[in-house]
């Protein structure tokens, strides 16, 4: 324990430097973002990187669990990058990070997939898995047709898919936590920690739709509010936070 305590403290650091950084990107990017919120951000996004890292550190975990979630924080970093640039044209950098977030989420299934099939000897899919993102899908879609009448925004067709990517990996985080807490193979706060993180990122993106797409007939959405953008930052970042410390708790 004594020749890992720079890594703990430096984790420490890394925790309490985000939760001091959040609130001031969120003052500096409301209402329009600015060059100091993209600073502001693209630290705290280099934090939880470098969080992960160091849970490897500590850990000693260089399994493909702990390597497939360190792409995924990678490529969260990046979509925090692109959805964050104000340069033109903004589709083009828009679509850029959602293709790295959904590049990320399928780093993150990857490594829920493999340690399911290495801890637990089950497939990559399951009945009550397939059950559960099936009918939040269908929730999803009938909220944004009936809705919010989001069919009209030309970003549908890859809300759509990116809808999929992200259910697929908050309901696999929370089936891989239960199945591995209830064998015994993980303890309850790992379990709290792998379960939390994929609802928390769930959430957060949720209110990211609402607050880009909730707009009708062109006008600007009535979801966007600071109180909902903060919300949407926090449990993202908290997302981060948690599913990082995962790492110390699943080798596979």
Known sequence: MPQKLPQIILSAFCVIAMLVLVPRFLKAAWPEKTNKSLLLKMICATLFVALALLQVSISGNDSHFAQYMLWGFVLSWFGD????????????????????????????????????????????????????????FAAVLSFLLFKLKTHKNKFFPVL??????????????VSLALRLA???????????????????????????????????????????????????????????ILLAFTIDFIVA
């Open 160 to 173: 759509m898919v990116y809808a999929v990517a992200i259910l697929t990996m908050m309901v696999k985080a």
């Open 182 to 240: 209830i064998d015994g193979q993980l303890s309850p706060l790992g379990a709290a920690l792998l379960a939390l993180g994929g609802v928390c990122f769930l959430v957060s993106d949720a209110l990211l739709l609402l607050i880009d797409f909730g707009g009708k007939d062109g006008k600007p959405s009535r979801f966007k509010t600071f109180k909902l953008k903060s919300v949407n930052i926090w449990t993202y970042f908290v997302a981060q």
């Open 81 to 136: 990058l692109f959805l964050h640039l104000r340069f033109k044209p903004k589709a083009l950098y828009y679509g850029l990070g959602v293709a790295a977030f959904f590049a990320g989420h399928v780093m993150f299934v990857s490594a829920y997939a493999h340690a399911s099939s290495e801890l637990l000897s089950s497939g990559f899919w399951n009945p009550w898995e397939l059950g559960a993102i099936a009918l939040l």
